[in-house]
């Protein structure tokens, strides 16, 4: 009877059943005659069913699988995203500015200490706000309608550059403490640039006067100044007013030299004509207001620059019809129309149409065959050099310019010689040249050129004697 039993639950398994009953008729056999055994086992059919289902069903019922349905986890304490709120913060630092009052170096202190306890990564904005304007500012450069607000800020500090600086000094010791606020700090005075409107005269001089300062001292890029190019306040005549504070600050701290520096970083150094309407945006324009401000250093940098900037593009218009192949007389004509418009000098001239003139092809990577491209070149432009070659010091710079420009390119040092005999031929002064150009070229090879031009200078001594 055991073994029935055995059997039967074997049946039932169906890893084991295809060990034990391989064949279908056998199982079919085997199944019936384990069936009936177990009937009589249990005395009766009605018994026998029930044990039969309950055994089929618990084998044959699939295991469910576990659900997280109703279960509840804890978020870790890390995960937690905390809402912005900064009434908090601004309660915070509103209150330790009214106990430090108008001591900045109580100021610094608190500043330097409270940022251990307080979020300033997170709230960088309001804490700039309030330092800067006693409380949050509301799109405009209005104060917002929260009545936490202090009275020691840079807005209600006496209007001196004196004050300033301490103010400057305040600012400087909280990025240099949390390094972090260095980013945050220059895109608040972005934002601060671009609600000048709403601020009152006396504010926007402070403001001004601190931003000067503190891009003398490095601690602000240039680039903020882009904000002062916003069409609606360059329209009122807001930005030109306050560029003239800030630059006048700027220039206290340093000297123009550093200011140009700055300005050339960051790409500025042409952009300072957007301070004005388009209407009045001529080098004239800027040139009288900035000078009768006080500010002529700032005039002569920006005619400096615009003047650079018409020879560069003086220089491309060259080069384009040098590559179209117009003629010579046409070229010769266009540039001298453009001196007189620019009123740029022969000696300035005739380093640009030389630059322009090499600068027309593509030479040669092998040095053998630079010096032949170069003669033929030369050949070709030589009317344009002599064109505006007409005083000594024009004919003294073109030398100089060849001498750079084969001493930067190695290649044309062994043609040095060749382009001298062409374009000094028949020049009763060069070797007067030769000589101011040994003077003025220590640094520039002076060895090499004075032998190489020993030969030339012998040359034109016996073709003139």
Request: hydrophobic share 40%.
């Amino acid at each position: 009877m055991d073994r029935s039993i055995v059997l039967f639950f074997s049946v039932l398994d169906p890893r084991r059943r295809s060990r034990l009953l391989p064949s279908g008729r056998v199982v079919c056999v085997c199944w019936v005659w384990t069936c009936h055994r177990l009937a009589l086992f249990f005395g009766s059919k009605s018994r026998f069913l029930s044990a039969f289902i309950s055994v089929s069903f618990m084998n044959n019922q699939k295991q469910q699988k576990p659900t997280l349905t109703g279960q509840r986890f804890k978020t870790r304490k890390r995960d937690e995203k905390e809402r912005f709120d900064p009434s908090q913060f601004q309660e915070s630092i509103v209150q330790g500015l009214n106990q430090t009052g108008t001591d900045l170096e109580a100021v610094a202190k608190f500043l330097d200490a409270s940022g251990a306890k307080l979020d300033y990564r997170r709230y960088a904005e309001t804490l700039f706000d309030i330092l800067v304007a006693g409380g949050m500012l509301a799109p405009g450069g209005t104060l917002s309608d929260d009545l936490t607000r202090t009275e020691y800020c840079l807005f209600t500090a006496s209007e001196d550059l004196e004050t300033m600086q301490a103010y400057a000094q305040v600012f400087n010791k909280l990025i240099r403490r949390y390094k972090y606020l260095e980013k945050g700090f220059e895109e608040e005075i972005k934002k601060l640039l671009l609600f000048l409107k709403g601020f009152t005269e006396s504010e926007r001089n402070k403001l001004a006067m601190l931003t000067g300062i503190l891009l003398a001292n490095g601690n602000i890029s240039a680039s903020i100044l882009s904000s002062l190019f916003n069409e609606n306040l360059v329209k009122e005549g807001v930005s030109a007013a306050f560029a003239v504070k800030l630059f006048k600050s700027w220039i206290n701290e340093k000297d123009i030299n550093s200011v140009a520096a700055s300005l050339r970083k960051v790409g500025m150094d042409n952009r300072l004509m957007e301070l004005f309407p388009a209407n009045k945006r001529s080098c004239e324009h800027f040139s009288k207001y900035f000078t009768d401000a006080g500010l002529k250093e700032l005039s002569d940098f920006a005619r400096n620059q615009q003047s650079i900037g018409a020879r560069k593009e003086l220089q491309k218009e060259l080069q384009e019809q040098m590559s179209r192949g117009e003629t010579l007389k046409d070229i010769i004509a266009y540039v001298r129309e453009e001196m007189k418009k620019t009123s740029i000098s022969e000696q300035t001239m005739i380093g640009i149409v030389w630059t322009s003139v090499m600068s027309s092809v593509e030479w040669n990577k092998k040095e053998e065959l630079v010096t032949e491209q170069a003669i033929k070149l030369l050949k070709q432009y030589s009317p344009l050099l002599k064109a505006f070659t007409s005083q000594g010091l024009s004919e003294l710079t073109l030398l100089l310019k060849i001498q750079e420009y084969c001493y930067d390119n190695i290649h044309f040092m062994k043609a040095f010689q060749k382009i001298v005999v062409l374009l000094y031929k028949g020049v009763s002064s060069l070797a007067d040249l030769f000589k101011t150009m040994h003077q003025s070229s220590v640094h520039c090879g002076s060895f090499f050129y004075r032998n190489v031009t020993r030969p030339v200078q012998c040359y034109t001594e016996v073709t003139s004697g």
